[in-house]
């Protein structure tokens, strides 16, 4: 029974380009989160999606990120134009569909982008 | 606006004690709770949660309290393992006909001596 899987575990960009990070939930999720970790800080919500919707955006900064699920393959969080505030640790999660409320959400080991 | 605090960054603990960590908030319409705990370079583990209908949930080692007028809740681990040793973030959502974000504190690092 596989966890959440995202890849790449690391990746490095340098200023202006795009990075893109795959979240494939646990077997029988399809409710997927997105949250970023600064250095020092908490986690902090991004993004909800359930497949081919988009939920919840309200963490998301306004220009440059986008986030799907599609229906078939992992969820992607994309970032375009990356600047060196955007170096962190960004995390997904899962949670069942049956009672997506009051059910722990379960999380990936995280991507951890460095831009130089 | 920092919803969900956490206000000891670190605690240390010798092992066999009991630790306890603890998570306030501010948002009365948070009804459910979570404890995880994360190792450097890796995701965070969920540990144990609770509904705002219960004051207490236990699983094993680990017992989560619900203090709803005070709007605080604690993690106790007895004993403590080396084991332990982690980084402890409290979670809160608005539950059930929310979309189920999850609202974190800043994590509190705890340390159990051998």
């Known amino acids: 029974n596989a966890g959440v899987m995202q890849n790449p575990r690391h990746l490095v960009r340098r200023r202006g380009q795009e990075a893109r990070l795959r979240c494939s939930p646990m077997k029988g999720h399809s409710h997927v989160y997105w949250y970023r970790q600064l250095p020092e800080e908490g986690l902090k919500f991004m993004v909800y999606?359930?497949?081919?919707?988009?939920?919840?955006e309200s963490g998301m900064p306004k220009e440059r990120f986008s986030a799907e699920f599609p229906k078939e393959g992992p969820s992607i969080l994309r970032i375009q134009q990356v600047v060196r505030g955007d170096s962190a640790a960004y995390f997904c999660a899962s949670s069942p569909e049956v009672g997506g409320s009051n059910q722990p959400q379960h999380f990936g080991d995280g991507t951890r982008l460095s831009i130089l | 606006d920092q919803q969900v605090k956490q206000n000891s960054p670190s605690l240390s603990v010798q092992e066999g004690r009991i630790s306890i960590l603890n998570c306030d908030y501010t948002n009365s319409m948070f009804d459910y709770f979570l404890w995880y705990k994360k190792y450097p370079a890796e995701g965070p583990t969920f540990l144990i949660s609770i509904s705002s209908i219960k004051d207490k949930n236990e699983d094993g080692r680990f017992t989560v309290f619900l203090n709803k007028s005070a709007k605080h809740l604690s993690l106790h681990i007895v004993p403590s393992q080396p084991g332990d040793s982690a980084v402890y973030f409290c979670?809160?959502?608005?539950?059930?006909?929310?979309?189920?974000?999850?609202?974190f504190g800043q994590g509190t690092t705890l340390q159990v001596k051998p």
């Open positions: 979670a809160a959502s608005e539950g059930s006909g929310n979309t189920g974000k999850l609202i």
């Open positions: 999606l359930q497949k081919e919707n988009i939920i919840d």
